[in-house]
């Protein structure tokens, strides 16, 4: 069997799909979400169709007590351990700078960058005595080029890539793989209230990209395939950078 696959921000959008994605490729997944019950067990039931087993994991990856009690509780079970983990959880409050405030610039980074610490650091040792081990992090097309009214996102999605790069280094030689994936506008619930038409021109390939798009990557990354790749970021955006 597969090692167990936990997905942070599961349940909707990019994560749900790269949930599915994994689970296809036999890994058991675990299934992190916030607060969404519903959307949760409908990607649990999507998983369960594609062939899967699930179970779900509900904590808030920026709560620092929550999330490193619930993940230490996973990591204790070595009969199952989790060797593909996707820090996928993010949120996005866009403003122009000016205007942004303190929460919404808090509330971004420590999603996106606490939430990678809280559930990255209890893994990575039971990983690295296992000699193997897939971390993939959710970035952003915003953390490599930026973008206007997203300070917070960019800079959030930019220290993830960091964070990326410096753990690779560590633990490359453990058979420990740590990459970053990058994509661009994706049709999910984050993107619908997007300018299209205006957003359309700016990508080469004029479309949106599709969250499976962004999951085939990922089950990719996690696979034994990809076991010379590391410290990479990868752009998925359709020509945009």
């Known amino acids: 069997m597969k090692p167990r696959a936990l997905v942070t921000g599961g ?30 067990r409908a990607t649990q039931a999507a998983i369960e169709a594609a062939g899967g087993s699930v179970e779900l994991a509900r904590f808030d990856v920026a709560d620092a007590a929550a999330a490193t009690a619930a993940v230490e509780r996973l990591a204790a079970d070595e009969e199952h351990p989790i060797g593909v983990l996707v820090n996928n959880a993010g949120v996005a409050r866009d403003a122009a700078f000016p205007a942004l405030e303190s929460e919404d610039w808090e509330q971004v980074t420590r999603t ?15 990983m690295v005595r296992r000699r193997w081990g897939r971390i993939i992090n959710v970035s952003s097309v915003s953390g490599v080029m930026g973008n206007r009214g997203q300070v917070n996102y960019a800079a959030a999605k930019a220290g993830l890539i960091g964070a990326t790069r410096a753990l690779a280094y560590e633990v490359a030689h453990r058979g420990v ?17 997007v300018p299209r038409d205006e957003i359309l021109k700016l990508i080469p390939m004029r479309r949106f990209g599709r969250p499976e798009e962004v999951a085939a990557l990922a089950a990719y990354l996690a696979g034994d395939e990809a076991a010379y790749v590391t410290g990479q970021v990868i752009g998925i955006n359709g020509g945009l950078a």
Request: glycine residues 8%.
């Open 11 to 40: 349940s909707r959008g990019i994560g749900a799909a790269i949930a599915v994605a994994l689970a296809r490729a036999g890994h058991p997944i675990v299934l992190n979400y916030k607060s969404n019950d519903a959307a949760a």
């Open 112 to 126: 996106t960058l606490d939430g990678f610490f809280h559930v990255t650091r209890p893994l990575v040792m039971p």
């Open 177 to 193: 793989t740590v990459n970053a994936i990058a994509p661009g506008l994706i049709e999910t619930d984050m993107t619908a209230r």
